[in-house]
């Protein structure tokens, strides 16, 4: 089988700071992958460089089939194959939860209303959240606001799903309800990287987990190498997460 995302010796720096020093892995289509290290070790940099929210300094990712790291590459495409979803849920706070999900379909996709409003229903009913359609984001609590941005990449309906620590704002509750949905859309074979600190949740749900120190990819494995892990480094991280 061949990757659907793929990475190979990516370099990134902000100024003098080197965030990415030679990053390469690769993932295959239905993958579920959990990337975990401390803050500042540059996980929500890959994710971004995939998505081209960043740019790489050296190196090639290929997504899709696209070239990222290519200057000519295809935005429009890449944005409708990727969806990404962050840590602030970004939605509109004058717009309904219904009208936030169409806004994309409609300029974006150039979908006819009524098509629209049915793939939006459907993003929503997917979450669990088909009865706040004609809601605002003000009247939803996190986990509710977290979930219609997640609805809102699903409804553009593509290849590959990116999640940036995306229940690091929300409590145990609500954290729960999110990873519930992401749990569901990685049992039905959506391909996604998540960037998370739910080490229960990688542990149970993910295919691979990656490790990463320092700007490199430091351990790679199953679940199961949470329990055994095979550096000091990652052995420290995971004791001092306890």
């Not at 229940?167 to 309800?177: F, I, M, V």
Request: aromatic residues 4%.
């Amino acid at each position: 089988m061949s990757a659907i995302v793929k990475l190979d010796q990516i370099y990134k720096s902000f100024g003098a700071n080197q965030v990415l020093k030679g990053v390469s892995f690769e993932v295959e289509k239905g993958e579920m992958i959990a990337i975990i290290g401390a803050s500042g070790s540059g996980k929500s940099t890959a994710l971004r460089c995939i998505d081209r929210l960043e740019k790489v300094d050296a190196g090639t990712i290929e997504v899709c089939g696209m070239r990222v790291d290519d200057p000519q590459v295809d935005l429009h495409r890449l944005r409708q194959e990727v969806g990404i979803v962050f840590q602030s849920y970004n939605l509109f706070p004058h717009l309904t939860v219904q009208e936030n999900i169409m806004l994309a379909l409609r300029h974006v996709k150039q979908q006819p209303r009524a098509q629209a409003l049915s793939v939006s229903m459907a993003a929503l009913q997917q979450v669990g959240l088909g009865d706040k359609a004609g809601a605002y984001p003000e009247q939803l609590s996190g986990g509710q606001q977290q979930r219609v941005a997640i609805a809102r990449s699903l409804a553009m309906a593509p290849k590959v799903m990116l999640f940036d620590e995306v229940t690091s704002a929300l409590d145990p509750q609500l954290t729960g309800e999110v990873l519930r949905v992401m749990e569901d859309l990685a049992a039905a074979g959506m391909t996604m990287l998540l960037v998370t600190h739910e080490m229960a949740f990688a542990k149970r749900v993910a295919d691979r987990i990656i490790y990463m120190h320092q700007g490199t990819v430091w351990e790679v494995g199953p679940g199961s190498m949470l329990d055994n892990p095979q550096t000091p480094e990652l052995r420290t991280f995971l004791n001092n997460g306890l």
